[in-house]
């Protein structure tokens, strides 16, 4: 009796190890798993991240807009844009040089490459801009790709801010002041003349 007894308590010690260890293992398990996404959110929520955005800029001049929203420098970035959207650019200088060239990004930072002006957008957005950009943090390595069809942008009327507003304004001003002084300065002439005519013939 004592011996089935005995071969009881061991069954019984077994199997609750056996479930501790089940137990021990799913633990340590979601554990490790808890720890792992902390990590990937950790990196997610502080790597760097660059996008590559259509705009205009100054009232006419067509750029793309390389930015870091991230929060670490990016490092090694490279833009590679299709060769059928380069070969249709007729200013494609700056677009040639940004796709053979690899630079840092600083965080909140942004390059501008100007590939024309809005005249010219008609014929430039035949060809669908693709891109793929790709850079490095101190967490990992980036590739991601994106296409903009620019002839999304062709109805919109071109706005920048109240401050271009200002400055077309500003200009229009600058060139009336100087009609106007050009127109006093012809007056003044002729006036100094007459003057100048009226005293030599007093003086006869």
Request: aromatic share 10%; with cysteine.
């Amino acid at each position: 009796m004592t011996d089935w007894i005995m071969i009881a308590i061991t069954a019984v010690y077994v199997i609750a190890t056996i479930f501790i260890c089940i137990f021990n293992y799913r633990s340590a398990k979601a554990t490790r798993e808890q720890l792992a996404e902390s990590k990937r959110q950790f990196e997610e929520n502080n790597r760097a991240f660059v996008t590559v955005t259509f705009e205009t800029i100054r009232g006419s001049l067509l750029v793309l807009n390389i930015h870091n929203h991230g929060h670490q420098v990016a490092n090694n970035v490279s833009v590679k844009i299709n060769p059928e959207f380069i070969a249709n650019v007729p200013d494609k200088e700056y677009l040639v040089k940004l796709c053979e060239s690899s630079f840092t990004l600083g965080v909140d930072k942004s390059w501008f490459v100007c590939f024309g002006g809005t005249p010219e957008l008609g014929k430039i957005s035949n060809i669908p801009l693709k891109i793929t950009i790709c850079y490095s943090d101190i967490f990992s390595t980036y590739s991601e790709s994106t296409t903009i069809d620019l002839k999304q942008y062709l109805w919109s009327i071109i706005y920048d801010s109240p401050t271009e507003d200002t400055y077309q304004e500003m200009k229009k001003m600058t060139k009336s002041i100087q009609s106007m002084d050009k127109s006093i300065q012809k007056l003044q002439k002729r006036m100094d003349a007459f003057d100048s005519n009226r005293g030599e013939v007093s003086n006869e």
